[in-house]
């Protein structure tokens, strides 16, 4: 998160913070409709603190006069596509839980099989990336997350993978959103004749879409095998029970593993799997981080997740 900070009475010499420091919030509050979204449209808001400091040389003293500082801090609202799924469900989660505002895009809406409480901090809004009203979708919206993918025919994942993100980095360059973090996927190492089916090349398609679109600021995450619990309908599938000890045996294995590496496809059995949790974590510190913009692999990703995870 960005801040902008103003000491309005300096001292004549250095300040030394006491360890005592006041924080007022006179600003943000949470709105709760698209409506109020206008007001805050792209816009900063006003955080006030009132800290108390004492001269150089001197000792502590609890009464020297405070001074003000004025710090504007930007709120950020991000654009799940596809947050009803499995990995976009775990991102709305994890956003709302660090107080990011949270609006979703995918054609079944507003979650109905359950019923956590975050549910209800986000904004669900039904409706098809092809067809979407991204005036609606974007507005106010700091970054785009998308989560757009899927399997089926050649053409069918060369669409959703591949021409549904490109139509989606499009609408939030031109509407001015400053951020687009795009959920791919690791090669596994596979031969390039492989990589050239309809879900692979999909991917690739929409990863050079973000990467030129947004130079500096765009972000791709490449993971390969995803676990966590996959809800579908009222069901739950628990991946983790699988994916948990196979990340941790893979992790231990892999200074006897490392020199298979190099063995085309050898990351289909050698890839580690990652937590559903890890790639959320991930994407919310690609959210909060204006340095963290690129490709990201595997233990990359791993790596963000911890700087946010607590
Ligand atoms: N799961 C893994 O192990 C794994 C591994 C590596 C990479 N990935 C990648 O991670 C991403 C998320 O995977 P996932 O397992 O979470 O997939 P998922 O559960 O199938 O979620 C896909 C989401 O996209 C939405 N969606 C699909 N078509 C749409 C459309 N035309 N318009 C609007 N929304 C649409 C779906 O909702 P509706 O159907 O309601 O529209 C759903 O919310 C994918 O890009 C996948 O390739 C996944």
Redesign the pocket.
């Known amino acids: 998160m960005s801040s902008l900070m103003s000491f309005t009475t300096p001292t004549s010499s250095p300040p030394k913070p006491l360890s005592t420091t006041r924080l007022s919030l006179l600003t943000p509050t949470r709105p709760s409709s698209l409506t109020r979204h206008h007001s805050l449209n792209r816009s900063l808001c006003r955080l006030s603190v009132c800290c108390s400091y004492a001269e150089a040389n001197t000792k502590e003293n609890l009464t020297s006069l405070p001074i003000d500082v004025v710090a504007d801090v930007k709120p950020e609202r991000i654009v799940v596509?596809?947050?009803?799924?499995?990995?976009?469900s775990a991102i709305c989660k994890a956003a709302v839980l660090k107080g990011i505002e949270v609006v979703s895009?995918?054609?079944?809406g507003r979650p109905s099989s359950y019923s956590d409480p975050w549910i209800d901090q986000v904004t669900w809004i039904p409706?098809?990336?092809?067809y979407a009203n991204w005036d609606e979708v974007l507005l106010g919206s700091t970054a785009v997350v998308s989560?757009?993918?899927?399997f089926g025919s050649d053409e069918q994942m060369k669409k959703?993978?591949g021409e549904?993100n490109i139509l989606a980095v499009g609408a939030a360059k031109d509407f001015g959103v400053p951020k687009f973090i795009l959920?791919?996927?690791?090669d596994y190492n596979l031969p390039s004749f492989l990589l050239t089916n309809g879900y692979f090349a999909g991917?690739r398609n929409a990863e050079s879409e973000v990467l030129s679109k947004y130079t500096n600021t765009g972000v791709v995450l490449r993971?390969?095998?995803?676990y966590g619990k996959?809800k579908v309908g009222s069901y739950e599938i628990p991946l983790d029970i699988i994916g948990g000890p196979l990340e941790r045996f893979l992790n231990a294995a892999q200074n006897f593993t490392r020199p298979l590496s190099s063995l085309p496809g050898s990351d289909l059995l050698l890839a580690p799997p990652i937590s559903v949790d890890d790639v959320a974590f991930a994407v919310i510190n690609a959210v909060t981080d204006d340095d963290f913009f690129g490709v990201f692999t595997i233990d990359q990703i791993k790596e963000a997740a911890t700087k946010v995870r607590v």
């Open positions: 596509l596809g947050g009803t799924g499995f990995v976009g895009l995918s054609r079944s409706g098809d990336v092809f989560t757009l993918g899927g959703i993978n549904a959920i791919s996927v690791h991917k993971p390969g095998f995803i996959r």
